[in-house]
């Protein structure tokens, strides 16, 4: 089942968002680092509980037997480059790894798609690490397309990471 998050969900919501972490970017990110983010439980749920209730980013779930198994975060693009009354921006997409493959992921994507497309939004954008092959696949299954002319370093863990920006029209 998929619907809107609610506040309530910030516990659920923070959990996900760090479990997916450790077990989608092992071996792209210091093991330490992803460790180190159970430390983070409390501050990510206060911040997602405040986020759902200002409604941006919206987000959406996916549960199963009531339990949050994962979500999308959407809204207009941070994107400085484009008109983000056009181009809407997944700001986040994480989803348990015992459910990678069963389609969940994909009901969620479309759901959130399709609500973009509601609002009106005619492009699609996102980050993604470079080397996130899972990610990129499925992005790509999506019908999204890398910009090779966007990359972007980050760091995390003191490690530098390559990000780069997947589109799509709406």
């Known amino acids: 089942m998929i619907r809107v998050a609610c506040p309530t969900d910030a516990p659920a919501i923070a959990q996900v968002q760090i479990r997916s972490w ?11 680092y992803l460790a180190a983010l159970d430390r983070t439980q409390e501050q ?3 911040w997602w509980k405040q986020s759902i209730e200002q409604g941006s980013p919206e987000v959406f779930v996916a549960l199963a037997d009531e339990r949050v198994i994962g979500w999308i975060a959407v809204g207009s693009s ?15 997409f994480y989803l348990l790894a015992e459910h990678w493959g069963t389609g969940v992921g994909r009901t969620l994507w479309t759901t959130a798609v399709e609500h973009l497309r509601g609002q009106g939004f005619q492009a ?5 690490l470079l080397d996130n092959t899972r990610a990129t696949g499925f992005y790509r299954k999506a019908g999204l397309l890398a910009d090779n002319s966007s990359q972007r370093s980050i760091a995390r863990g003191g490690w530098a990471l390559e990000e780069i ?5 709406l």
Not at 124 to 128: G, I, R, Y
């Open 124 to 128: 699609l954008s996102l980050w993604v």
């Open 165 to 169: 920006r997947y589109r799509a029209r």
């Open 44 to 46: 990510r749920q206060a």
């Open 22 to 32: 450790q077990q989608a970017y092992r071996g792209l990110m210091p093991d330490d």
């Open 78 to 92: 941070r994107d400085e480059d484009v008109d983000q009354r056009e181009t809407a921006e997944v700001m986040a």
